[in-house]
C-alpha cells in the first residue's frame, strides 16, 4: 500500500470496512474487530491511528509477530491476514492488516475458555444476535436450515397422496409402508430428511418437508409461499392489479392411471404461472392456421420458471420474509431472502457453478425434473432465452439481505408464442 493510499483511508475514516486502533489494544479487542469484519465483507484494521483519525504511530516491539500470534491463538477458525507497515512521517508508522471476507463462517473470539461471536455494525463490533447467529452458520453450511424441526406438526402435516407419489413412482421404493403403519410412515420421512425427533420430541416435520409436501404450508411456515404482485407502471404504487399470496407445497400431486402420469392438483410454480398469466401476456390480434389465437408473452416462460424456481429452492430459511415477485410495465423482479449461499457470487453463478443452500429440497425437486439435473439453468435457460427472445440481458444484483433477478420486458412486447401454461404443459416431462 502507498503511503497516498493510507492517508486517503484515514481521512475517509471508520466505516464497516475500517477500523483505526491504536497498537497498546489487547489481544482479545484485536480478536473482536477481526471476527467482526471476517463475518461480514472482511476489510482493514489500522494500527496506530486513534479513533479521530489522528496518527499516533505503532509502540509496540515486535507487532507484526504478536499480531499473528493473535490470529492464532484467538481467531477461530484460522484466517490469514496480510499484514505491512507504512511510514508516514519520519519515525511515525502504521500497520495495516488486510484480510478478506471470511468463507468459514461463523468466525470467534476464543477467550477465557469461551467463544464469541461478532458481527459489524456500521463502524461498529458488535456480540451477534440468535438471528445473526444463525445466518452466519447457514452461511458457513454448519446449519442446514431445511432440516429444522417445524412446531406443532407430525406425519399427519404432510400430504401422503404425494409423499406415497414420491416414493412409488419418483423413487420407486420397493417396500411402502402400510396404511396404518405410522411409525414406519415416519421413520421413512425421517430418513429423507422431511422429519426428524429428539430424545425429548417426537416426530415432527422439517422445514423440508412442510414446504414439499405440507397439506397446508404456510400454517406452520408462514415464508413457505409466494407473494406475487402486478402493478400498471414502473413502480410499486397502491393501486396494484395483483397483490396476493400463494401457498402450497412445492411439489404437484401426479396420480398414476392407464394414461400416464396426470397433474391432478398444482405444485406452488403451477399455481404461480396461472395466477401470473394474464400480467405477463397478451392474445395475438390475429388467429393462426387453426384458428386459435395464441397467447404472447413478454418473457421466455422457460426462463421466468426458472428464475422463481431458483428463488423458491434456494432461499435462506432464516430470513422472515416471502420470495417477492413482481410484474412492472417494463420488467418483472423475482426476490429471493438471503444473501448469496458460502462462497458463491453472481459470476460464479453466471459460469454454472453449483452451490445449493438447500440441498433436500433442491434434490427432490431435481428428482420430479423441476430443477435441471446439471444445475445450470441460470447459464444454459435464463441468460441465453433472455438474449435470444427478448434481446436484453438478465440484471442479478446481490446483497446480504437478498438476491434480486430482473428481466427487462421484450421491446416488441412479444417474447413467445404458444399457449397457456395450463397444468398440463408447465412441465412436460415427468418421471
Not at 204 to 225: D, E, H
Not at 290 to 306: G, N, S, V
Not at 367 to 396: C, T
Request: glycine share 6%; aromatic share 6%; net charge negative.
Amino acid at each position: 500500500m502507498l503511503k497516498s493510499e493510507l492517508l486517503e483511508i484515514i481521512a475517509n475514516g471508520e466505516n464497516s470496512g475500517v477500523e483505526f486502533k491504536r497498537d497498546d489494544i489487547r489481544p482479545e479487542q484485536l480478536a473482536k474487530e477481526v471476527v467482526a469484519l471476517a463475518n461480514f465483507l472482511g476489510g482493514r484494521i489500522l494500527l496506530g491511528v486513534e479513533d479521530d483519525g489522528a496518527v499516533s504511530g505503532i509502540q509496540r516491539p515486535n507487532l507484526e509477530e504478536w499480531v499473528m500470534n493473535v490470529f492464532r491463538d484467538r481467531v477461530h477458525p484460522m484466517l490469514l491476514p496480510f499484514y505491512e507497515e507504512i511510514q508516514v512521517e519520519q519515525g511515525i508508522r502504521v500497520a495495516v492488516i488486510s484480510f478478506p471476507q471470511g468463507i468459514a463462517k461463523p468466525y470467534v473470539v476464543r477467550h477465557s475458555g469461551s467463544e464469541e461471536i461478532f458481527v459489524r455494525m456500521g463502524t461498529t463490533s458488535r456480540l451477534a444476535t440468535r438471528e445473526q447467529q444463525a445466518r452466519l452458520f447457514s452461511a458457513g453450511s454448519l446449519l442446514h436450515t431445511e432440516l429444522l424441526p417445524v412446531a406443532g406438526t407430525d406425519f399427519r402435516t404432510l400430504d401422503r397422496v404425494r409423499f406415497t407419489d414420491y416414493l412409488r413412482n419418483v423413487l420407486n421404493d420397493p417396500e411402502i409402508p402400510g396404511e396404518e403403519d405410522q411409525s414406519a410412515w415416519e421413520v421413512r420421512a425421517e430418513g429423507l430428511g422431511l422429519m426428524v425427533r429428539t430424545e425429548q420430541q417426537p416426530a415432527m416435520c422439517t422445514i423440508a418437508g412442510v414446504v414439499l409436501f405440507g397439506i397446508n404450508p404456510r400454517k406452520y411456515v408462514r415464508t413457505s409461499g409466494l407473494r406475487v404482485m402486478a402493478f400498471e407502471g414502473v413502480e410499486k404504487d397502491y393501486d396494484a392489479r395483483l397483490d396476493t399470496t400463494l401457498d402450497g407445497p412445492l411439489v404437484g400431486r401426479w396420480e398414476q392411471s392407464s394414461n400416464g402420469r396426470n397433474l391432478v392438483d398444482n405444485g406452488l410454480l403451477e399455481r404461480f404461472m396461472d395466477v401470473i398469466s394474464p400480467f405477463i401476456s397478451k392474445t395475438a390480434p390475429e388467429p393462426n392456421a387453426q384458428l386459435r389465437r395464441d397467447k404472447l408473452w413478454f418473457y421466455p416462460i422457460e426462463a421466468m420458471r426458472e428464475v422463481v424456481l431458483n428463488a423458491l429452492t434456494h432461499r435462506d430459511w432464516t430470513r422472515n420474509v416471502d420470495v417477492e415477485v413482481v410484474a412492472y410495465a417494463d420488467r418483472l423482479e423475482v426476490v429471493s431472502p438471503g444473501a448469496l449461499p458460502n462462497s458463491m457470487t453472481i459470476e460464479k453463478m453466471k459460469a454454472g457453478q453449483r452451490s445449493p443452500r438447500n440441498t433436500i429440497i433442491v434434490e427432490i425437486m431435481r428428482d420430479y425434473g423441476y430443477v435441471d439435473a446439471r444445475g445450470m439453468g441460470v447459464r444454459r435457460k435464463i441468460i441465453p432465452l433472455m438474449r435470444e427472445r427478448n434481446h436484453s440481458e438478465p440484471r442479478f444484483d446481490a446483497t446480504d439481505d437478498y438476491l434480486r433477478v430482473t428481466l427487462p420486458r421484450s421491446q416488441n412486447n412479444l417474447s413467445e408464442v404458444g399457449d397457456s401454461p395450463d397444468t398440463n404443459s408447465v412441465r412436460q416431462t415427468q418421471p
